[in-house]
């Protein structure tokens, strides 16, 4: 029986995808592993150990001794973070993905999930429809990180065979688990005001549209691939993924749908800059054509969803 790691289980997306993970899998196959001192609550059900991914050698040693065959490594600094410290940035998004890419090389591991995003577009990538192939020059050092990661990534799949897949993930909106220092974060927060006090004060500007996507969605997509057949993967660097795209204006709008006394204002700060840096929405008739990828939620359904389940 081969097991699985998920390094940064205890985020935003790793709580949810560890969930859904052990849904459909053996008992104590799928491993959390993050560098908090403890397992967050929602996934205590199953088997958690603290590990550093920058602690190259103790990575090693686990990966190898519990004979992992699958890890997903979540662990990176996120945009807004990232840009208050740079170094650490850098570091992080980029030390640990090799110290499992090399694993995979000498042959342990046999499958590996890491995340992009749309960050590794930049100012002068089209805005609007975005394709996977097109100008790449992002203006983030998050998104600098993560172009050169999907680089590596093919390159480690050309040069030595590894099976590493990615996704450009949107904007991701949830309510298990909060969201880590993104700049998309504003589209989550929204949802925890208008419940709690009626009222966001969004940090973009009213007209910023991005890409987002429900959580659900993300996690199936992320299963959807990791299951494909190796030979319906085309892409080695990353997949774009559209999700659906709004601005904070019009989700505003969606919540007052069932809210009708929410307001909204508008105070923009450093993370406009980086909005705008990305597109508008984006093509994904790759991840269409490869793996049959089809997305759910709506702006309409992610906003009920949300309002329902935040208490
Ligand atoms: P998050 O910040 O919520 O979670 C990251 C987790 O990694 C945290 O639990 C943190 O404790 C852990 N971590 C940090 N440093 C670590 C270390 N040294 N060793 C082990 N664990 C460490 O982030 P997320 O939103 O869940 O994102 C996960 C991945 O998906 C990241 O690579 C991110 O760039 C990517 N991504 C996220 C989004 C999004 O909207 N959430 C969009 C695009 C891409
Ligand atoms: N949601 C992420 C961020 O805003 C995009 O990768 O940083």
């Not at 990180?145 to 909106?173: H, M, Q, T």
């Not at 749908?257 to 929410?262: A, I, N, S, V, W």
């Amino acid at each position: 029986m081969s097991n699985t790691l998920i390094i940064g289980a205890g985020g935003q997306i790793g709580t949810e995808l560890t969930l859904a993970l052990r849904s459909q899998s053996e008992k104590g196959q799928i491993i959390a592993a993050d560098i908090r001192d403890n397992s967050p609550d929602l996934i205590k059900d199953g088997p958690y150990i603290q590990l550093d991914i920058l602690k190259r050698d103790e990575v090693r040693r686990y990966i190898i001794d519990n004979q992992i065959e699958t890890v997903y490594l979540l662990a990176a600094l996120l945009s807004a973070t990232a840009e208050k410290n740079p170094d650490f940035a850098w570091k992080l998004n980029m030390e640990g993905l090799f110290t499992i890419l090399d694993l995979a090389k000498e042959g342990y591991v046999k499958k590996i999930f890491w995340p992009s995003s749309i960050a590794v577009f930049g100012p002068s990538t089209p805005a609007d429809n975005t394709p996977q192939h097109t100008i790449m020059e992002p203006s983030t050092v998050y998104g600098i990180s993560k172009l050169a990661g999907e680089r590596w990534c093919e390159y480690y799949y050309n040069k030595f065979g590894v099976d590493v897949r990615s996704i450009r993930y949107p904007g991701l909106i949830s309510y298990k688990s909060p969201p880590g220092g993104g700049t998309t974060d504003y589209a989550v927060d929204i949802f925890y005001q208008a419940k709690s006090c009626g009222k966001y004060t969004c940090f973009l500007s009213k007209n910023t549209a991005l890409p987002m996507m429900f959580m659900d969605d993300a996690i199936r997509a992320t299963i959807q691939l990791m299951n494909a057949p190796a030979d319906r993967i085309r892409i080695r660097s990353a997949y774009n993924l559209g999700g659906i795209s709004f601005t904070p204006e019009e989700i505003a709008r969606s919540i007052q749908r069932q809210l009708p006394k929410f307001e909204i204002t508008y105070q923009p700060d450093f993370r406009q800059a980086i909005a705008d840096s990305w597109p508008n929405s984006i093509e994904d008739n790759y991840a269409v054509n490869d793996w049959d990828w089809k997305l759910e939620y709506d702006l309409e359904r992610i906003t009920h969803e949300m309002l329902k389940n935040i208490t």
